[in-house]
């Protein structure tokens, strides 16, 4: 089932130009759209009530996602399947090392984001997940993933994203500390400022 559904969205590369570019492009933009969104969430608004929530929900964001990750590497040392292109003819369209390919740190990136927007009912969490499904259908589509290595960087985001939402407590210390650096860092420069918020 996962080499058959492999099969057919991978089965459309090579067929169309424009398609492939679509792709290749949403495929490598992933980490730059990562950035911009939690740009957008920690500059979103000069309100404070609305900003400290936006704020909050991209700190939680970046430590579900570096959990997600530390679990990813572990994963990989642990086991080893090998990628499409290693083991099957595919329409490989980016060059990609031969490591594991279960779970797809790409998957990790854009669903960490997309889940935990939508657990803290971000209006920004269906667009992100409709991006993060698209950056999941790319990875398929160039031939570097499974769609099994898609589903699990999904599953194990929303693992990490409910454990560092459990723990809000615990990390609280280390929140205050992140915004105080940042008050200090954005208060002299006039067009940061005004996202300066007391936490």
């Given at each position: ?7 057919w ?12 570019k ?17 740009l ?5 608004s ?83 997940l ?13 031939g ?16 990490t ?19 105080r ?10 067009a ?8």
């Open positions: 089932m996962n080499y058959t559904v492999f099969q969205i991978n089965g459309w590369a090579g067929h169309s130009v424009f398609l492939d679509t792709m290749i492009w949403i495929t490598n933009s992933a980490p730059f759209v990562a950035v911009l969104f939690m957008i969430l920690w500059f979103s000069a309100n404070r009530n609305i900003a400290m929530a936006k704020q909050y929900t991209a700190l939680y964001t970046v430590l579900s996602m570096m959990l997600a990750l530390v679990v990813n590497v572990l994963l990989h040392h642990l086991y080893y399947h090998a990628r499409p292109f290693v083991t099957h003819h595919v329409h490989q369209l980016v060059s990609h090392s031969k490591d594991s390919s279960f779970v797809s740190d790409h998957g990790v990136l854009v669903f960490t984001i997309a889940i935990m927007l939508l657990l803290r009912k971000d209006a920004w969490g269906y667009v992100a409709i991006w993060a499904i698209l950056v999941g259908i790319s990875r398929i589509y160039v570097v993933h499974y769609p099994a290595d898609i589903l699990g960087a999904a599953a194990l985001s929303w693992g994203s409910a454990i560092v939402l459990l723990l809000t407590g615990r990390i609280e210390p280390f929140a205050q500390v992140v915004f650096m940042h008050n200090r860092l954005t208060k002299g420069i006039p940061l400022s005004k996202y300066n918020h007391k936490a």
